[in-house]
């Protein structure tokens, strides 16, 4: 594949383009904070709509099932959307695409608000997800690019607890908006403006790129020729499963755990049911905290005690207390984004060219899992109550936690054959 220089934005320094950017300059502190702003928008945006599953089914009388198609479009949607948009930031630049994603993705979901059907409802949503594919691939590639490789794995951690305080903020605003307005146009309205906001806060901020080197072209060929150099290393498919099971069991949780919340034994009210999306404040900390230790002592080892986390707080929702299904949903959460952490910083490091595409075959495994596991899991739930959600999660992470040992075995069988 021919390759050509060309600068990502018109105002970066030619002197300054083989500058890393490094943990604690200026620089990384507004990449931070920019990074933090599109989480905040693009996760926000995608998962406000999840504390709102109940609502939908009573309002516009549609059952569980079909009210988890209104993030399961949505995601279903950015998955195939990010194939071509990790492709087009290889070939126009990474800090434009990212910009003109968030600030679309924030208009049509103000657009979502006074849909009249709930046809058009998952329309609007469906083309939510097209806009915001690129930022997602764009961003895990942008850091593997920009940040010292010593300072990449806590620079993905941050990424990866930003996205978190996103999604977080999304459901909990989402629920408590609902409860005070009973409405849930206001929830949409209200978190597009806020999408809004956060890509001129995103836009201002960015540091340009300063290492990007523009691949060549955009035709069907280039692109499956990119596709193709990351099928053809075995480490990265079993990478690609990864997240596919991780975010169908997750996704799968937290979609019906509201379900779960409204009923006896606990009897929550829409708000406090969207509060328990507040134990994704841990689920920051847990990202920077796996990513750095996964980094410097063996990514196999730590995602496994990661996943494990993530059976041992699903057990805990079993309980009739809500204190200690809390903690048990605390752990969950802590335990996946640690495993996501690593894992999405392990195929930027595995992936040697074409970076964002490798990144937007990661993340279509991830919101795959999510549409597929966030659909499939409204039949457990409708057959077989929780234990059933808690059957079909466990063997989902059970055999993601098989991939990572067999991933870790593989990595160290081609360190012996290269000494």
């Not at 990502?8 to 383009?17: L, V």
């Not at 702003?37 to 009388?61: E, K, N």
């Not at 059976?311 to 752990?331: D, F, M, Q």
């Amino acid at each position: 594949m021919t390759q050509d220089r060309r600068p990502d934005e018109s105002d970066a320094p030619r002197e300054g383009r083989d500058l890393f950017i490094r943990a604690g300059t200026p620089a990384f502190r507004r990449m931070s904070l920019a990074l933090a702003a599109a989480g905040f928008s693009t996760y926000a945006l995608l998962y406000c709509v999840q504390p709102l599953l109940p609502v939908f089914s009573r309002d516009l009388h549609v059952a569980p099932s079909v009210s988890s198609l209104s993030l399961s479009v949505t995601t279903a949607t950015l998955a195939v959307s990010m194939l071509v948009a990790g492709r087009l930031s290889d070939v126009r630049g990474r800090k434009p695409l990212m910009a003109v994603s968030l600030f679309a993705a924030g208009i049509l979901t103000v657009l979502s608000a006074f849909a009249p059907s709930w046809t058009l409802l998952l329309i609007v949503r469906a083309l939510t997800g097209v806009a915001m594919a690129g930022v997602p691939a764009v961003a895990m590639a942008y850091l593997a690019e920009e940040i010292h490789p010593r300072d990449l794995g806590a620079a993905m951690g941050l990424y990866i607890a930003g996205n978190a305080y996103g999604g977080m903020s999304g459901r909990v605003l989402s629920g408590v908006i609902a409860d005070a307005t009973g409405s849930w146009r206001m929830v949409l309205g209200a978190l597009g403006l806020m999408g809004i906001a956060a890509a001129v806060l995103f836009a201002v901020l960015l540091p340009p790129s300063r290492r990007f080197t523009a691949e060549a072209g955009l035709s069907p060929g280039h692109l499956v020729r990119a596709f193709a150099v990351h099928f053809r290393d075995p480490g990265l498919i079993q990478l690609f499963l990864v997240p596919f099971l991780l975010m169908g069991a997750f996704i799968a949780t937290y979609n019906y755990l509201s379900y779960r919340l409204i009923e006896p034994p606990f009897n929550l009210s829409q708000s406090l049911s969207g509060a328990i999306f507040l134990v994704y404040l841990l689920g920051g900390p847990a990202s920077a905290w796996f990513g750095r230790l996964g980094g410097r002592h063996g990514r196999g080892r730590w995602m496994g005690l990661a996943m494990a986390l993530m059976l041992a707080g699903l057990a805990l929702t079993a309980s009739a207390n809500i204190v200690v299904t809390i903690s048990g949903i605390a752990a969950f959460t802590c335990g996946f984004f640690g495993a996501h952490s690593i894992a999405s910083g392990w195929v930027g490091h595995r992936a040697q060219v074409a970076r964002a595409q490798a990144a937007s075959i990661y993340l279509f495994a991830y919101y795959v899992g999510s549409s597929l596991f966030g659909s499939l899991g409204g039949l457990f739930w409708s057959r077989f109550g929780w234990p059933g959600i808690m059957a079909l999660v466990a063997v989902l992470v059970l055999a993601a936690m098989g991939l990572a040992y067999s991933l870790e075995i593989r990595e160290k069988r081609e360190i012996r054959m290269a000494d």
